[in-house]
């Protein structure tokens, strides 16, 4: 087989890798589902009030958005224009998996890199974009670690880490998003990595940067919050401190959903009186509207896309050999 040959197959692979991490996705959120009975799914979605359940779903949507937003940043960093449906669409498909598979990076990528190069960006450019996400993702965790340490109670960071831990956590986050800004404001040198250049982006991008993470992450935030408000009397200023370090935490240990860390962590948080089983009906609720539901209406959109696509090659070839 010769290089062309293996570069085309390498291509086909990297490309129907995106429906494998669909499925990947799709036995995920089945497998963390089955530990409760369809029984109590059912319960706990008719004891919360519709109010709370409709007011999550709206956060849901706009933290989807939100992630979205991250490709549409990563093609302004390679000056690549597209049409909003295209990077949203893209976006949220590459999300849908990724926060259901984990390894963001690898299973999101695939999927992105299935729609990308039908729309004529070049391998090299999705890389760029993949990598540009990634650090948007980075420096958003720099941003919210800060925040996230700052709002959460001290009882509840003292049951996860130490109070040295806990400064060295901080100072690391401090000095990573001090030097990306700095390097944005200051560094205008393309880093060249196995003869690919990457342009620094502009300081400008690099606070749409933060902003768009902390929009993503709040976004998540009330949907457990919204869900909880009936059930629990939490502040929100309590609540968002250990939120964000209960995500990050779940998505460095690259458990699908962070499954574990919230039941850890929300245990610590909520008063000692709180009923297990509303906060258990509370979490169910959580992983429905946030992982389960957009895992679900991303199968669909693709399952359509790909059906469309496959349809509309079909008869360019037909409309080709009848031209011929």
Request: hydrophobic share 50%; proline share 2%.
């Amino acid at each position: 087989m010769n290089a062309r040959s293996k570069k085309k197959l390498f291509k086909k692979i990297l490309s129907w890798s995106g429906l494998f991490f669909f499925g990947i996705a799709s036995f995920m959120i089945y497998h963390q589902l089955s530990k409760y009975t369809w029984e109590e799914i059912k319960n706990a979605i008719i004891e919360m009030p519709n109010k709370n359940i409709f007011y999550a779903c709206v956060a849901s949507f706009c933290g989807y958005l939100a992630l979205s937003s991250y490709d549409y940043l990563a093609l302004k960093y390679i000056k690549h224009k597209l049409a909003m449906w295209k990077w949203v669409f893209a976006g949220f498909l590459g999300f849908a998996v990724s926060n259901n598979a984990g390894h963001a990076l690898v299973s999101g990528g695939a999927v992105r890199y299935r729609l990308y190069t039908r729309w004529r960006v070049t391998a090299t450019d999705i890389l760029k974009m993949v990598t540009f996400s990634g650090f948007t993702y980075l420096i958003a965790c720099f941003f919210l670690v800060i925040v996230g340490l700052l709002c959460s109670p001290h009882h509840v960071l003292s049951t996860m880490s130490s109070r040295y831990l806990n400064w060295t956590i901080m100072i690391i986050s401090v000095c990573g998003l001090a030097v990306y800004l700095w390097g944005c404001a200051f560094y205008k040198k393309p880093i060249t990595i196995k003869e690919i250049e990457f342009e620094t982006p502009s300081f400008k991008l690099a606070l749409a940067q933060i902003f768009i993470g902390g929009a993503d992450i709040l976004m998540a935030s009330l949907v457990l919050y919204f869900l909880m408000e009936s059930c629990v009397d939490v502040p929100f200023f309590t609540f968002i401190g250990v939120f964000i370090i209960a995500q990050l935490l779940g998505i460095y240990s690259q458990v699908p959903g962070g499954l574990g860390v919230f039941e850890v962590v929300f245990t610590n948080l909520l008063p000692d009186d709180t009923n297990q089983a509303t906060l258990f009906a509370i979490l169910i609720l959580y992983r429905i509207i946030y992982y389960l539901l957009p895992l679900i209406l991303s199968g669909i959109a693709l399952f359509c896309y790909e059906f469309e696509w496959r349809d509309r090659n079909f008869y360019k070839k037909i409309k080709k050999r009848v031209d011929i």
